[in-house]
């Protein structure tokens, strides 16, 4: 495996891992060119994959927000250089279709389910439209049924397009390493709320962030109460935001130059 890495290497200037894996730790102890690794948030849940790397090989190292740069300093030598970038979304995939519905979606893997019942059960009294694999769980299902609470669930929900009669989307996550969903969100015209984690208000005006669900209610109604130009003016203002700072080219440059810098 040592050479096959040094020959799939050979005509390279630098090796990029994009995330911090066994075979990227791998990486650091065969390749003869300097590597950069960026590392997002899984990888602090598992510190012993730290220890794996040889850290004189790494060139550089890549965060996806200011908090975890932060974080991942504590645990990477103090000499590599360390710089936050966040991931970067392709604006052309999402485009702005504001809407006035006061609809509520939230989308997701099966991994999150949890995390959709919680929610599903924060906004009963609302109608949530779900989006996304996690819409097809047998249990939410049930509970959906069973306990009358109206929420839309559409497994099949194709994307962008489902977004367009969409105005809010609530995040699920408790944590984020950044938070590409919400950016698409955001892109696409829709009023994220999110749970005020570190990372998320990197990006996201914390008048938008809750910690309790009485907080995420009330957030709800606020914004069906706000009058149509203050909307707009607020969507308009977050895609904004992210046409600013987070596009795929605007972040594939800064790792370019990053890397580029430390060759």
Not at 182 to 192: D, H, N, R, V, Y
């Amino acid at each position: 495996m040592a050479m096959r890495m040094r020959l799939f290497l050979r005509n390279a200037d630098a090796a990029f891992a994009d995330f911090l894996t066994p075979i990227a730790a791998k990486v650091t102890h065969v390749s003869t060119k300097p590597v950069f690794i960026r590392i997002h948030r899984f990888e602090l849940d598992y510190p012993d994959i730290f220890t794996k790397v040889n850290w004189d090989n790494v060139a550089g190292v890549i965060a996806v927000s200011e908090h975890y740069r932060g974080l991942i300093g504590k645990l990477i030598p103090k000499d590599i250089p360390l710089v936050a970038i966040p991931p970067g979304v392709d604006e052309n995939q999402w485009p702005f279709h504001p809407c006035e519905s006061g609809r509520i979606c939230t989308w997701a893997l099966p991994s999150a389910r949890k995390r959709i019942y919680d929610l599903s059960l924060a906004l009963k009294g609302y109608t949530l439209h779900v989006g996304g694999l996690s819409a097809r769980d047998r249990i939410l299902i049930d509970r959906n049924e069973r306990w009358s609470l109206g929420h839309v669930l559409e497994p099949d929900a194709q994307f962008p397009s489902w977004l367009w009669d969409k105005e809010i989307y609530v995040h699920h996550a408790l944590d984020e390493s950044f938070g590409v969903a919400i950016s698409e969100a955001m892109l696409s015209g829709l009023i994220p709320l999110v749970h005020r984690v570190p990372c998320v208000t990197e990006f996201v005006p914390e008048s938008l962030t809750f910690i309790y669900d009485n907080e995420l209610r009330s957030l709800i109604e606020t914004i069906r109460l706000m009058a149509s130009d203050e909307r707009l003016a607020l969507k308009e203002s977050l895609r904004q935001t992210i046409l600013d700072k987070y596009t795929a080219r605007t972040t594939a440059l800064r790792i370019a130059d990053f890397i580029s810098s430390h060759i």
